[in-house]
């Protein structure tokens, strides 16, 4: 099983301010990894897919890199409505896995 | 506009079983697989089942594998979530997914059905 694994699990922030989210697979995932964004009390968003390829209707203030075992997701200026978690998941094997979340507060 | 909605869900003793089902609209739902994602109280998201699109292959986490089945009608434009023997651990809200067009992702989520095991 592929494991995830995410940092930090809670990132304070301003509006305004830039956010980095990190994602480490183990073992290596080449460039199948996804982000979602989690609202309280709402389903998942598909924000990026493949690393670094932005879903439709997703703002260009998001995007992704990385490749193999280390991949960031970057908001390169929050927006009020930004704050919520977020999860790395890949589809390189079965089982699909998530990570375990990243928590973006506000400061 | 593309839309999934689950229903089934509800409280059940240790042991029980549930079927949760997931109607979808707005796409042809034959083309797409469907991946059942569940999430634990305060937890984060476990993948759970994904079955393709003509139904001929399914996947399952190993936390429910041999308890829960998956299936589809294509004819219904529904996906089924069979959960038996069930157990404290699988109390969470279940989400069904659309998958992608190219890839195990998924695009598309229903606001879920919560499954309670509780005696």
């Known amino acids: 099983e592929i494991v995830l694994t995410q940092s930090p699990a809670t990132l304070s922030l301003s509006p305004g301010e830039r956010a980095t989210l990190s994602c480490r697979a183990s073992?290596?995932?080449?460039?199948?990894l996804a982000w979602y964004q989690q609202k309280p009390g709402q389903a998942p968003r598909l924000l990026i897919y493949?690393?670094?390829n932005r879903a439709t209707g997703i703002p260009a203030r998001f995007s992704g890199s990385g490749s193999g075992t280390d991949f960031t997701l970057t908001i390169s200026s929050l927006e009020p409505e930004d704050f919520a978690v977020y999860y790395c998941?890949?589809?390189?094997?079965?089982?699909?896995?998530f990570g375990p979340g990243t928590k973006v507060d506000i400061k | 506009e593309v839309q999934l909605v689950e229903s089934g869900g509800g409280l059940v003793q240790p042991g029980g079983s549930l079927r949760l089902s997931c109607a979808v609209s707005?796409?042809?739902?034959?083309?797409?697989?469907i991946t059942w994602v569940r999430q634990a109280p305060g937890k984060g998201l476990e993948w759970v089942s994904t079955?393709?699109?003509?139904?001929?292959?399914?996947y399952f986490a190993d936390s429910v594998k041999g308890r829960f089945t998956i299936s589809r009608d294509n004819s219904k434009n529904t996906v089924y979530l069979q959960t038996n023997i069930l157990r404290a651990e699988d109390t969470a809200i279940y989400y069904c997914?659309?998958?992608?067009?190219?890839?195990?992702?998924?695009?598309?989520w229903g606001k879920g059905t919560t499954v309670t095991v509780s005696s």
């Open positions: 073992p290596s995932v080449s460039s199948y």
């Open positions: 998941q890949q589809r390189t094997h079965w089982p699909l896995t």
């Open positions: 707005g796409f042809t739902f034959s083309d797409y697989a």
């Open positions: 079955i393709s699109g003509s139904g001929g292959t399914t």
């Open positions: 493949d690393a670094s």
């Open positions: 997914a659309k998958g992608t067009s190219y890839a195990n992702y998924m695009d598309v």
